[in-house]
């Protein structure tokens, strides 16, 4: 058996801060938040679940590639649907602007329906319905044709669904207690299934999660996606980089001030 050898090196001192996006002081932040999210993933795995049988499965996801590649595959899906198109641009920004994402799936509402006859999906009162619209065999779903282009492919277990729920609302308690910003997002969740994130489930929803001043998920701007943060200041940058190049002097030797004049010029005056 490995003796466990503990560390008492116990000092240091570490700057923390939210700017600028991705310095040290910003990925020692993230870090943080990273933290929190674990702990909302946790959660999640102890909300309850109908019979009290394990759906759930997380992806926690980080990093600026990483991100960067989550808000371009929510960018795509929202040019695909006109009704979607305006929100799923938005939420691809907060993508960008958000520290850590999670991904939670459930992996029964899809093969494995309760079959308690709720007729929560909308079908009858004895799972009839589910089973009509999947491919069956000796009473079991058959799910390995996965070719299908919906973004959801139903139809789900309602009872399942509501066990994703109860899992995110767990999360969010605990997002809430540790004092981070967070929120569900169904464009999210799409992307990390077309993106293979929860490759099990039938279902995923995204959350993501950021500890910056400003809460990245509520009040933005319209037209988010060419009016954020982000944007402001590259556009900032070009102007001044313009201004200056059409300046064209050296500042080392000249700089431009103000004339000072004491009155209007008479007839004749400088000549």
């Known amino acids: 058996m490995k003796k466990y050898v503990e560390d008492l090196n116990f000092s240091g001192e570490e700057y923390v801060g939210e700017w600028t996006p991705w310095s040290p002081q910003d990925i020692r932040r993230k870090k943080c938040v990273l933290e929190a999210a674990r702990l909302m993933v946790d959660s999640a795995f102890t909300a309850p679940f109908a019979g009290g049988v394990p759906s759930l499965e997380a992806h926690i996801v980080y990093g600026q590639e990483e991100l960067e590649a989550v808000a371009r595959k929510v960018e795509e899906i929202a040019h695909t649907q006109e009704s979607w198109k305006e929100p799923f641009l938005y939420e691809a920004v907060m993508v960008r602007d958000s520290d850590v994402i999670i991904f939670l799936g459930n992996t029964r509402c899809h093969e494995t329906p309760l079959d308690a006859g709720c007729g929560?999906?909308?079908?009858?009162?004895?799972?009839?319905?589910?089973?009509?619209?999947?491919?069956?065999?000796?009473?079991?779903?058959?799910?390995?044709?996965?070719?299908?282009?919906?973004?959801?492919?139903?139809?789900?277990?309602?009872?399942?669904?509501?066990?994703?729920?109860?899992?995110?609302?767990?999360?969010?308690?605990?997002?809430?207690?540790?004092?981070?910003?967070?929120?569900?997002?169904?464009?999210?969740?799409?992307?990390?299934?077309?993106?293979?994130?929860?490759?099990?489930?039938?279902?995923?929803?995204?959350?993501?999660?950021?500890?910056?001043?400003?809460?990245?998920?509520?009040?933005?701007?319209?037209?988010?996606?060419?009016?954020?943060?982000?944007?402001?200041?590259?556009?900032?940058?070009?102007?001044?980089?313009?201004?200056?190049?059409?300046?064209?002097?050296?500042?080392?030797?000249?700089?431009?001030k103000p004339q000072k004049t004491d009155g209007p010029k008479t007839e004749g005056e400088g000549e």
């Open 120 to 256: 929560m999906c909308g079908g009858t009162l004895d799972c009839g319905y589910f089973y009509e619209k999947k491919t069956t065999k000796h009473g079991l779903v058959d799910i390995t044709d996965r070719s299908s282009d919906k973004m959801i492919d139903g139809p789900l277990c309602s009872a399942r669904v509501g066990d994703l729920g109860y899992a995110v609302g767990s999360a969010l308690w605990t997002a809430a207690t540790l004092m981070v910003d967070a929120r569900p997002f169904a464009s999210m969740g799409m992307a990390a299934q077309k993106m293979g994130y929860c490759p099990n489930s039938g279902m995923v929803v995204g959350v993501p999660v950021a500890a910056k001043a400003k809460n990245p998920y509520v009040d933005v701007n319209v037209d988010y996606h060419l009016i954020n943060m982000d944007k402001v200041l590259d556009n900032t940058r070009k102007i001044y980089q313009t201004s200056r190049i059409i300046r064209g002097f050296d500042y080392r030797k000249w700089i431009p």
